[in-house]
Every structure is written in C-alpha cells, then in structure tokens.
C-alpha cells in the first residue's frame, strides 16, 4: 500500500508560478511511475508530467516550457513547479504511483489561476 501526500496548491494569478509537492510512504524507487495528472471541471483527468524511469520525464505538450517535474529521493518527495501559470491550467492535480500494477492517488491539491 502507498500513501501520497499532497501540499502547494492555491488561488494564484495569470503569470504567476506555484510548486506542488508529493510525499510518498517509504522508498520512491520502488515505483514504475510517479507524477503528477489533473482534472478540471468537466473534463477527464489528464497526465500533467511524470518520471516514467528515474531520470526519464514525460510531460504534457500543454505545459512543455513551463512546467518543471522534480525528484528529492532523500525525501521520497516529487515536486512540480509551474511557472506561466494559465487559466486553463486551473484543476484539481493529483499525485500518481504506478508500482506492480497498480496506481495509486494522493487525495488532490485545487489550483486555480485568475485571470
């Protein structure tokens, strides 16, 4: 079982910049996966950027330049940090595991951009 916690989102405006961070329980090499997705209202949930390996990052064309997916193993702890932040980025992002087949969620962080 993983246990993901979530901290960092919040109101911020159009051009501004916020950095989400998610602690994992225990050692995050285990995992196949980890990063980040995000829902808005509406929509379905979308992968934002994730570590597919240790050093090997996927990010979503929408944020390729702006956003930033981040690592501390000490900590067993991944960051995102979003620059240039949108209005169109507004949602609810989600830390994700994926580890022996399964995925695992953290509970949601709300960010909204105002423009």
């Not at 916020?18 to 829902?39: D, E, H, K, P, V």
């Not at 990010?59 to 000490?74: H, P, Q």
């Not at 991944?78 to 240039?84: A, E, I, P």
């Not at 949108?86 to 595991?97: G, L, M, N, Q, S």
Request: charged share 15%.
């Amino acid at each position: 079982q993983v246990q993901l916690v979530e901290s960092g989102g919040g109101l911020v405006q159009a051009g501004g910049s916020l950095r989400l961070s998610c602690t994992a329980s225990g050692n995050i090499f285990r995992f196949n996966t980890m990063g980040w997705y995000r829902q808005a209202p509406g929509k379905q949930r979308e992968l934002v950027a994730t570590f597919i390996s240790r050093f090997i990052t996927n990010y979503a064309d929408s944020v390729k330049g702006r956003f930033a997916i981040s690592r501390d193993n000490a900590k067993n702890t991944v960051y995102l940090q979003m620059n240039s932040l949108k209005p169109e980025d507004t949602a609810v992002y989600y830390c994700h595991v994926l580890w022996d087949g399964v995925d695992y969620w953290g509970q949601g962080t709300q960010v909204t951009v105002s423009s």
